[in-house]
């Protein structure tokens, strides 16, 4: 085609990759061409800013624009209304690159991984029909609640970056099959996720994590769990500490548990406020409540019949037995222990 020799195209397809093309470049391409084109490739130049001359191709479905120095991307691209891929791999972009309108684009796939992005820009939470967002290797700190707005969301890859947690709010994205936190700093895993019931995948390798909620045995479809890296079953048992409850603790717990009638009448407001804050002991066994004084209790559950995870919860005391075990007749750490069926997690990886 003119002025690109050795440019590979076809009727739709447009590969302009690998031609040392500046910010200027597209402007040679025939109008006919531009029409044609709903696939355009834009890899491996030299182009620091997204041209305007993008919105010339008016039947643009899918961008890639990778491994290019770009550092912004032009306002006219909310233009490209038939828009549904954009490919940003390996660029210099952060949240300051965007339009302000990027989010009015009807974007279901956006690749915004190798770029320097430390905040999820806002623009990106505004794409409602997002099916896939991908920002890995950024710089990235946190994920903001309103993640929860991209219902439609089915793979979240934000591997690479420094979060270090996971806002319960990810729980709310209904459509989640696939979801990618490797290589961060998270330490603990929200018991809300339990609620991602199209879940399939969960990469969660090389982070902090020391233990697991026990609600991640009720993910009912997912397929793989991704857990190396992690210090998980490092001496849990050995540095579990337990602190003695304070005297204020032992009276309200006698209070609570001997269902003591008590009011602003016959106690100063900051302790009826205490014991309010009661948490019941969750040993179905035990009547128990506690306040600040509790255990962390880890159990190992028999995944796939062959590794021991520990998952995490709260009792009241040392003495209290683990409610966790789907069989009642199991102990703890029973090697008998089966709470996940082996057909249904196919793939758990440690080492």
Do not use: W
Not at 216 to 232: A, K, M
Not at 292 to 314: A, E, Q, T, W
């Amino acid at each position: 085609m003119e002025g690109f020799e050795g440019a590979s195209s076809s009727e739709s397809v447009l590969d302009l990759s690998r031609l040392n093309l500046n910010n200027n470049s597209l402007d040679t391409v025939s109008e006919k061409r531009r029409k044609d084109t709903k696939q355009l490739y834009l890899c491996y130049n030299r182009m620091t800013v997204l041209p305007e001359s993008i919105t010339l191709f008016s039947n643009l479905e899918f961008l890639d624009i990778s491994n290019n120095t770009l550092s912004v991307i032009c306002e006219d691209i909310i233009r490209l209304t038939k828009l549904k891929a954009l490919i940003a791999k390996n660029n210099r972009l952060n949240e300051f690159s965007l339009p302000k309108h990027f989010g009015s684009l009807q974007l279901e796939v956006l690749n915004f991984s190798g770029n320097r992005f430390e905040e999820m820009p806002s623009q990106c939470l505004q794409l409602l029909r997002l099916q896939s967002l991908s920002l890995g290797g950024n710089r990235l700190k946190s994920i903001p609640a309103e993640i929860e707005s991209l219902t439609s969301l089915e793979l979240l890859y934000l591997g690479g970056n420094q979060i270090s947690s996971i806002p319960a709010e990810l729980a709310n994205l209904p459509c989640l099959s696939y979801l990618v936190l490797c290589d961060n700093r998270i330490q603990s895993v929200p018991p809300q996720l339990y609620r991602l019931h199209s879940l399939r995948s969960l990469s969660l390798h090389n982070n902090l994590l020391t233990y697991l909620p026990r609600e991640i045995l009720s993910l009912v479809h997912l397929q793989e769990l991704s857990l190396r890296g992690n210090p998980l079953v490092v001496r849990f048992v050995k540095d579990m500490t337990y602190d003695p409850p304070s005297l204020l603790e032992l009276a309200g717990r006698t209070v609570k548990s001997k269902n003591l009638p008590y009011s602003h009448k016959d106690l100063p407001s900051h302790l009826v406020n205490y014991l309010d804050m009661a948490s019941k002991c969750p040993n179905p066994k035990c009547a128990g409540v506690y306040f600040d004084s509790c255990v962390r209790h880890i159990k190992f559950v028999d995944f796939c019949g062959k590794y021991r995870l520990p998952l995490m919860h709260y009792l009241c005391s040392p003495e209290c037995t683990s409610p966790c075990s789907s069989n009642p007749q199991s102990d703890a750490d029973s090697d008998d222990d089966n709470s996940v069926p082996a057909d249904r997690l196919q793939r758990v990886l440690l080492g």
